[in-house]
């Protein structure tokens, strides 16, 4: 079995895209399908179905992602060991969308530098759902904004950055505390498309540089 055709099948997965999967992978989509469709014939079972514009999982495509991903780790950590002592294989680097821009160049140009035998692969998506990639084997390290409770103690965090957290309020709103200005209702946040809408959190601060993360809803 070509762990590669695997590789297409875990990436389709996570990505609930053929055109997605294709364009992570460097291959075209009908190469990414016809990958899939050899691997569906080796095993002799469906393993993916459409569902509108998505692509999901069949059951029996669940069954073997979990160990399709734990095999594909090690054929990592084989390549790693027979590069005889330099560092390689496939990185797989979840990163929330503020941090694609600043930070993580920041980081990502010299790593590379570093370690040119290692593949990064960026998964993007809010701090919340890059913890749960991370949970689920899905991504092998994130950077995301600081958790708002104690990680469980596999896992560790490093501060990489502490930046200021401001509030944005009209002149005429003098209350001091940003707390009560979204409860004021006077602040607003604009969405992707430019619509203004009332703020849904209340933030908690731990100190003027360092933002903890929604405490009423959940964390972003």
């Not at 991903?69 to 790693?80: A, C, P």
């Not at 821009?101 to 692969?121: K, N, Q």
Request: with cysteine.
């Amino acid at each position: 079995m070509d762990t590669r055709f695997l590789d297409s099948l875990v990436t389709v997965a996570d990505c609930g895209s053929i055109a997605e999967a294709a364009r992570r992978l460097n291959l075209t989509p009908a190469g990414v399908t016809q990958r899939i469709r050899a691997l569906e014939s080796e095993i002799g079972t469906r393993l993916l179905f459409r569902a509108g514009r998505a692509v999901q999982p069949t059951p029996a495509g669940v069954a073997i992602l979990l160990r399709a991903r734990k095999l594909l780790g090690e054929v990592r950590d084989l390549k790693s060991i027979a590069a005889s002592g330099e560092l390689s294989g496939e990185l797989r680097l979840g990163v929330m969308q503020t941090s694609l821009s600043g930070l993580f160049a920041s980081i990502l140009i010299p790593f590379t530098r570093t370690y040119p035998r290692i593949d990064v692969r960026i998964v993007r998506d809010t701090s919340a759902g890059l913890y749960a990639k991370l949970l689920n084997a899905e991504i092998d390290a994130a950077i995301t904004s600081q958790p708002p409770f104690a990680i469980p103690k596999a896992y560790e965090w490093h501060v990489l950055r502490e930046e200021p957290f401001v509030v944005l309020a009209p002149a005429s709103l003098k209350a001091r505390d940003p707390h009560q200005g979204t409860g004021a209702g006077a602040i607003h946040q604009v969405g992707s498309k430019g619509v203004r809408r009332p703020p849904d959190r209340r933030l908690s601060a731990q100190g003027p540089h360092q933002a903890q993360g929604p405490v009423r809803t959940g964390w972003s």
